[in-house]
């Protein structure tokens, strides 16, 4: 299976709550000229454009720093809140701006680096919240509209974890959108240490990935 293929089978045909499920475990690597950074993704919002009251896409509105939600499947759409880079990836059909905000990630190879991008801190701390792994990672502005497919950031399918149970939760820092404030389109890992605001007593020992030999479960 080509590496279009196996991004296909993540992205298309799914409803983006089903596609924001399957990205948790999924292994996000962005090469660089001075290494290669990367980790599994532990947590992360759907946004359901045009009838989402929270989504940048609301109503269909197409501002210049919206256009690449109205791209293919598997683009890269960032924006700037409050100082801080988000990365997002657009899930549904061209012309339908849907898509999904990385929210957290357990780093897995170029640590070292990960902390000096984010100003020497460690732990949970370098990456625990979607500003922060985007600094950690070094994502620069340059990759908005690029494709996760081909471009320096990209999966590593072969490098996947299952999560034993993802949580669903209402987003964070949506107030004030009526019943899109409270609806279920937050997803993690339950058990990591590197989920958003994610409390030390439920933490698990093996960080919420099960073997081969157990099933996820959604609560």
């Known amino acids: 299976m080509t590496e279009k293929e196996k991004l ?12 924001a ?12 000229p001075t290494g290669t950074v990367g980790g599994y993704i532990v947590d992360v919002e759907a946004y359901l454009g045009p009838e989402d009251q929270a989504a940048h896409s609301f109503g269909m509105r197409r501002t210049p720093r919206v ?8 683009t890269i759409y960032l924006y700037t809140m409050h100082t801080h880079r988000i990365l997002n990836i657009i899930t549904q059909p061209e012309g339908i701006p849907e898509g999904i905000m990385i929210r957290a990630l357990e780093p897995e190879i170029g640590i070292a680096q990960m ?13 625990n919240g979607p ?4 600094a950690a990672l070094g994502i620069p502005q340059e990759l908005y509209g690029k494709s996760i497919l ?29 019943e899109w404030t409270e609806k279920p389109l937050r997803f993690a890992v ?5 989920i958003s605001l994610q409390r030390k007593n439920l933490i698990d020992e093996d960080w919420g990935w099960r073997n081969e030999n157990e099933k996820s479960k959604l609560t």
């Open 190 to 194: 339950s058990g990591n240490p590197y």
């Open 150 to 178: 081909d471009s320096p950031l990209h999966f590593v399918f072969e490098k996947t974890k299952k999560p034993k149970k993802i949580l669903a939760l209402p987003r964070i820092g949506i107030p004030n959108k009526g």
């Open 8 to 19: 296909d089978k993540l992205l298309l045909n799914k409803t983006t709550p089903e596609v």
């Open 115 to 127: 902390s000096i991008n984010r100003g020497g801190k460690t732990g949970p701390d370098i990456s």
């Open 21 to 32: 499920r399957d990205l948790l475990g999924m292994y996000l690597e962005y090469v660089t």
């Open 131 to 134: 500003g922060k792994l985007v």
């Open 67 to 74: 256009l690449a939600m109205y791209e293919k499947p598997g």
